[in-house]
Each structure stands twice: as C-alpha cells, then as structure tokens.
C-alpha cells in the first residue's frame, strides 16, 4: 500500500466526499450516496430492539452499551475523603453508544 500523506488540518464534508470521488471511479454525488447507504446500515444495527452491534471490518465497531438505573444512597463512605460520608444520587439508565477502533485502525495511529 501507497505511503498516506498526514494532514495538518481537518478536512470538511465536501472536502472529504471530493477527495474519496478523486480517488476511486466514483462521483461526488455517488460517494454521498455510498455514506448516506453506511449511515442507514448503521442505524439498522444500533436502533432500539436491534442487535446493538456493528462492525465497519477493518475499521471500527460500534456497540450499544446499556447502563442500568442506580438508586439513591445515604451515608457512602467518602473515596475522596476519608472518615467523611456523603449522599449519592439517583440515576436514571440510560444507552450510549461506544466505538472499539479494530486493528487496521489501531495501526493507522
């Protein structure tokens, strides 16, 4: 593979989309397409009731990581002071998406 030019700055949408049409067979407008179809496989995999993971091969996976709800609590030990006691709060649960870099792009680094 071809030695990649590093940039110094970060590029924008369009630059982005015009630089991968300048690289492959591709027109602005099909390489749009091409990212609109990613983002629609994406949705599909992370959408509530859906698998919860995605993987890009090579690249990265994107996973669904569900927190479960925390309840209050009085008098916890204090981790930043020791002897003291604090309160802690309620949490609702909640989802979040995290992404896992895959090897092709821990080597990229």
């Given at each position: 593979m071809a030695r990649v030019k590093k940039l110094t700055e970060a590029m924008t949408k369009t630059q982005m989309l015009a630089d991968i049409a300048e690289n492959t067979a591709l027109t602005r407008r099909q390489v749009g397409?091409?990212?609109?179809?990613?983002?629609?496989?994406?949705?599909?995999?992370?959408r509530k009731g859906a698998v919860g993971v995605c993987t890009i091969p090579g690249l990265m996976k994107i996973k669904i990581v569900k927190k479960p709800?925390?309840?209050?609590?009085?008098?916890?030990?204090?981790?930043?002071?020791?002897?003291?006691?604090?309160?802690?709060?309620?949490?609702?649960?909640?989802?979040?998406?995290?992404?896992?870099?895959?090897?092709?792009?821990k080597d990229m680094a």
């Open positions: 397409d091409v990212f609109g179809a990613l983002e629609s496989v994406i949705e599909r995999h992370v709800a925390r309840r209050a609590k009085k008098g916890v030990p204090n981790p930043f002071r020791p002897g003291e006691t604090m309160d802690v709060k309620a949490r609702p649960a909640s989802t979040t998406v995290k992404i896992l870099p895959l090897k092709k792009l």
